[in-house]
T-cell receptor, first 114, second 115 residues
Framework: GENVEQHPSTLSVQEGDSAVIKCTYS??????FPWYKQELGKGPQLIID?????GEKKDQRIAVTLNKTAKHFSLHITETQPEDSAVYFC?????????????FGKGTKLSVKP | DADVTQTPRNRITKTGKRIMLECSQT?????MYWYRQDPGLGLRLIYY???????NKGEISDGYSVSRQAQAKFSLSLESAIPNQTALYFC??????????????FGSGTRLTVV
């Protein structure tokens, strides 16, 4: 089955710097890659996603890139702010037929220092 | 009101007790999930349901059971709670329709402590 590895497990940056979180997946049939942000005391919330027919997607300060050949995808946060501090999860799934369950990475705790 | 509501938010129970965690959703989604979150282990799937009559075990179903009472309601039970079931539990829904759709919508979680 699918396996998703996420690195690093913790990341500390200064406010204004960029942060990059990387994930690799094992099943080449995976075609949907969402990212979730979990703030303290809350459930994970979808912040951006990408499908396998595109290589990059941006939404203001966040972007996700996908390299299907290497089977890895990354989350990029620019101009980080203290409110970006949270745990981030990547996930992968196969969309089509009876599939669709997400397989999650183990999470990255991002700390943005003022 | 929240799209996915979990009750209770916090619960302390004793070893050996039966406990039920409840989840209800107003999203109208067919698929519902129960996850467990432990520090450093991420989100692990306990059970999932594609509709009222379709319930499936996840990777860590031992010691847990579920009931899908209606499209909107999916409850998780611990028949005889043990301390290593102390964790944060999340319910989630998905609007996946077999043709590709968005991701999951999570509830706010239930923090369960077994003493």
């Amino acid at each position: 089955g699918e396996n998703v590895e996420q690195h690093p497990s913790t990341l500390s940056v200064q406010e204004g710097d960029s942060a990059v979180i990387k994930c690799t997946y094992s099943d080449s049939a995976s075609n949907y890659f969402p990212w979730y942000k979990q703030e303290l005391g809350k459930g994970p919330q979808l912040i951006i996603d990408i499908r396998s027919n595109v290589g990059e997607k941006k939404d203001q300060r966040i972007a996700v890139t996908l390299n299907k050949t290497a089977k890895h995808f990354s989350l990029h946060i620019t101009e980080t702010q203290p409110e970006d501090s949270a745990v981030y999860f990547c996930a992968a799934s196969i969309h089509g037929g009876s599939q669709g369950n997400l397989i999650f990475g183990k999470g990255t705790k991002l700390s943005v220092k003022p | 009101d929240a799209d996915v509501t979990q009750t209770p938010r916090n619960r302390i129970t004793k070893t050996g007790k039966r406990i039920m965690l409840e989840c209800s959703q107003t999203k109208g989604h067919d698929r519902m999930y129960w996850y467990r979150q432990d520090p450093g282990l991420g989100l692990r799937l306990i059970y999932y349901s594609f509709d009222v009559k379709d319930i499936n075990k996840g990777e860590i179903s031992d010691g847990y059971s579920v009931s899908r009472q209606a499209q909107a309601k999916f409850s998780l039970s611990l028949e005889s709670a043990i301390p290593n079931q102390t964790a944060l539990y999340f319910c989630a829904t998905s609007d996946y329709n077999g043709q590709g759709a968005g991701g999951y919508t999570f509830g706010s979680g239930t923090r369960l402590t077994v003493v």
